[in-house]
């Protein structure tokens, strides 16, 4: 697609389509009062030419003004009140900073202690925002955080930015299959509070109409229990909600993803790439981003979208679809945005000195990635449980095939699996003749989106004896 349509579409914002047509019109009338002569509209060509002018004018901009530390002996206040922060950001100018993380989970908890903690480094930066944690994910406000489509659910840690007004900035965040660790890191967020300071208090940023606006996603106040996900999902699972006993009462971002999950189920929208293909990798179009850096390309892949899009190590991504980028959880957003099948992305990096532009084209497939370690895919609301846990087998982990015990809980004569004469101590070595060595999540993930309700399953315990299972219905 040319830049001009890519500013147009339902995933991007900014001045796009709309605002060329505005100058187009403008164009037509002022010479139509002088000359009474129509004007000619541009074709094309010169339409995306205008684009990448407008961009190169942005990404080439080096007017901001970041005002110094206001508190250089001070220490970093997080508050937890949302929207006295943003009338205290309205205030000052500061631009926002909000963390959303859900306390009892482990997953990224210990980058949540390093922000909190701070460094020498950190903290000054962090001063110059109104910085803001909250822990219940219940309070997302899709007029200022637009979750479903620029928030990784599956993580229990994620950041937004945005002007005092509301306007979205940009996102951090990230984790793969092996760990968070391997997306962020603390100097991955001192560079990308950087880059949105200098966006911030950059005089001409107005004039761009870049940002995501406020009420993009809604006009007034709209969360996780105004949705019918939110029914559904307490129906099914009654604790939803249910005070923690440290932590107090809060939802999981991963519960609200099983919302957006059963509601699009229950209406028949539900697409399991939507679980499966979340949130792709840069190296889904072939390119290995430096971690530290956030947007630096390290490896391109050969014949992948990257390298036909002309990519090299080196470059610096500083624009995908319409969006500019700050870091790269911004980046994997326009990814995650992308259709299931075939698209065309409209990018511009940095190379030396110079500002290049290209589409990246994405062939069906592109989005396939691991996805076992979400919470929405391995105990989310899709497919059927095996009837038991699995827990690790004598076996397991020695590369000698499938090694789990059936674990039924404290009363395993009241399972429904118990009745086939499958028992606890039994050790299962094949589930429908499928016997590779995988872990727990890896299982589980496995059957749940290779299975469903009234199939009939055959598990294999050592010996050669079969139990014939037949799933019911959730």
């Excluded at 005089?203 to 969360?223: E, F, M, N, Y």
């Excluded at 990257?306 to 870091?327: I, S």
């Excluded at 589409?359 to 038991?388: H, N, Q």
């Amino acid at each position: 697609m040319t830049l001009v349509k890519c500013f147009g579409r339902r995933r991007l914002h900014g001045f796009g389509a709309s605002f060329i047509g505005l100058i187009i019109l403008a164009t037509a009338l002022l010479v139509a009062c002088q000359t009474s002569v129509p004007a000619a509209e541009p074709d094309a060509g010169e339409r995306t030419d205008s684009g990448k002018a407008k961009w190169r004018e942005i990404l080439t901009s080096r007017q901001w003004k970041v005002p110094a530390d206001p508190d250089p002996l001070g220490e970093v206040v997080w508050r937890d009140d949302l929207s006295a922060a943003m009338k205290e950001a309205k205030q000052t100018g500061k631009p926002l900073l909000v963390t959303w993380r859900c306390l009892p989970c482990e997953q990224c908890a210990e980058f949540d202690q390093e922000i909190l903690e701070g460094s020498l480094t950190l903290n000054p930066l962090l001063r110059r925002f109104v910085t803001v944690r909250l822990t219940d994910a219940s309070l997302l406000d899709q007029r200022f955080f637009p979750y479903k489509t620029h928030q990784d659910l599956d993580l229990s840690w994620w950041a937004y930015f945005l002007s005092p007004q509301g306007d979205l900035y940009g996102v951090f965040g990230g984790k793969d299959h092996v760990s968070e660790n391997t997306r962020i890191s603390e100097e991955a967020f001192i560079n990308n509070l950087v880059r949105i300071l200098k966006h911030h208090y950059n005089p001409d940023r107005p004039s761009w109409k870049i940002d995501l606006p406020v009420g993009h996603s809604a006009q007034v106040a709209t969360g996780p229990k105004d949705s019918k996900g939110y029914t559904l999902l307490k129906a099914k699972r009654p604790g939803l909600g249910k005070p923690h006993k440290e932590f107090g009462s809060c939802i999981h971002c991963h519960q609200v993803g099983d919302m957006m999950n059963i509601e699009a189920m229950q209406s028949d929208t539900f697409d399991v790439g939507t679980i499966t293909d979340k949130w792709p990798l840069p190296e889904n179009v072939g390119l290995l981003l430096e971690r530290d850096h956030g947007l630096v390309v390290k490896q391109v892949a050969a014949g992948s979208p990257g390298d036909r899009a002309g990519l090299m190590p080196g470059d610096e991504l500083l624009m995908a679809e319409g969006t500019k980028l700050f870091g790269q959880a911004d980046f994997r957003g326009v990814l995650h945005r992308a259709a299931h099948g075939a698209d065309q992305l409209e990018i511009a990096w940095r190379r030396g000195q110079d500002i290049q532009f290209a589409t990246v084209v994405l062939e069906p497939g592109w989005r396939k990635t691991e996805s076992y370690w979400r919470k929405t895919v391995y105990d989310g609301v899709y497919g059927p449980t095996m009837g038991f846990f699995p827990l690790r087998g004598p076996k397991a982990g020695k590369d000698q095939g499938l090694s789990i015990k059936p674990w039924m809980g404290p009363k395993p004569a009241e399972r429904p699996v118990y009745s086939t004469g499958l028992r606890p101590s039994m050790e299962i070595i094949a589930i429908n003749g499928m016997g590779r060595d995988l872990d727990a999540r890896k299982l589980i993930t496995w059957f749940r989106l290779n299975h469903k309700p009234g199939d009939e399953v055959t598990y294999t315990v050592r010996g050669g004896k079969e139990f014939r299972f037949v799933l019911p219905a959730p």
